[in-house]
């Protein structure tokens, strides 16, 4: 008889301590809103001003600073760019060059290997 007592009371309690909410998820699951609560809203959390603090010119001015240094930079960022676009440029004409000149050196070298073969070649003939 005791024994049921505890086995009912344990079941009641249990069943009021974990009402299932959607999905069969225990309404007091930590990933789970429950009871009358609800989120802030952003003007509960932080409320209207109606002056800037003093400090917020201080906050524009650092702002605009730190953006005409990135300009400043992005512009020298830009001006490098361009002059490696040309370097660039300038080597790959020079390349183009040498590998013309690499061409014509091969078959003059040819040309006159094949002309020292013929002159030499009749001597060994005789």
């Known amino acids: 008889n005791a024994s049921n007592n505890r086995s009912a009371l344990l079941s009641h309690s249990l069943s009021h301590s974990f009402s299932l909410g959607p999905a ?7 990933n789970m809103c ?7 809203s952003k003007d509960e959390i932080t409320p209207p001003r109606t002056r800037p ?11 605009r600073g730190r953006l ?13 760019e361009a002059d490696l676009s040309r370097q660039l440029e300038e080597m790959k ?10 061409t014509y050196l091969k078959r003059r070298f040819l040309e006159q290997q094949e002309h ?3 002159l030499i070649s009749p001597v060994h003939s005789k």
Do not use: K
């Open 68 to 80: 005409a240094e990135t300009e400043a930079r992005l512009e020298r960022a830009r001006a490098r």
């Open 93 to 102: 004409r020079f390349v183009s060059v040498m590998e013309i000149l690499e």
């Open 34 to 40: 429950y009871g009358p609560q609800r989120f802030l």
């Open 53 to 63: 603090p003093a400090n917020d010119n201080a906050v524009v001015d650092d702002l």
């Open 24 to 30: 069969n998820v225990p309404s007091n699951h930590p």
């Open 116 to 118: 020292v073969t013929r």
